[in-house]
């Protein structure tokens, strides 16, 4: 079996009756984007203390720490695909309404990057490229385009890629 995961790779090797790092980190996302929406309540808790196993922990961390170390376990000729969106939303026809929920989810990703030290402006800031950069990723493909998150854009094809996200 070790064998196994070793050629398979770490990260997406399944244990029989188990789960790969991958599978957590699937799960795991869910969760954060919650628990970041969460953040915004009046009633939230200042301490959040997560119970769970060790895969579970290392994948939280990786993914809450900007992935740096699902980089570190790919071999010679892998090669990683990834999608980011930045945490700042806006709509080019200025329809979002100021003060909005969908107005103020970005800034409060901003101000909890700044309390933790840890940036949520990934295109802002081009941290997945600088990630990859310093995991010694070498020909980089980096494609950037609009993402729509409803399906309110009046273009056919961006309503239409809204209504999937």
């Not at 969460?38 to 997560?50: I, N, R």
């Not at 080019?92 to 309390?115: H, T, W, Y």
Request: charged share 25%.
């Amino acid at each position: 079996m070790w064998q196994e995961r070793a050629d398979y790779g770490h990260f997406f090797y399944r244990i029989p009756n188990g789960e790969s790092a991958a599978d957590a980190y699937d799960r795991i996302s869910s969760f954060n984007e919650s628990l970041w929406c969460q953040f915004s309540e009046d009633d939230f808790a200042s301490v959040c203390v997560l119970v769970t196993h060790g895969l579970m922990s290392r994948v939280f961390l990786m993914k809450w720490y900007m992935e740096a170390v699902a980089y570190r376990v790919c071999k010679p000729g892998d090669y990683v695909e990834s999608f980011k969106m930045d945490a700042l939303t806006f709509a080019e026809d200025g329809s979002i309404v100021k003060n909005s929920l969908m107005d103020q989810c970005g800034k409060l990703f901003k101000l909890a990057g700044a309390a933790t030290g840890q940036s949520f402006m990934v295109i802002n800031e081009n941290l997945q490229r600088k990630g990859l950069d310093s995991a010694g990723f070498m020909n980089i493909v980096q494609w950037d385009f609009k993402c729509p998150l409803t399906p309110w854009p009046m273009d056919k094809k961006f309503k239409r890629l809204g209504q999937c996200s």
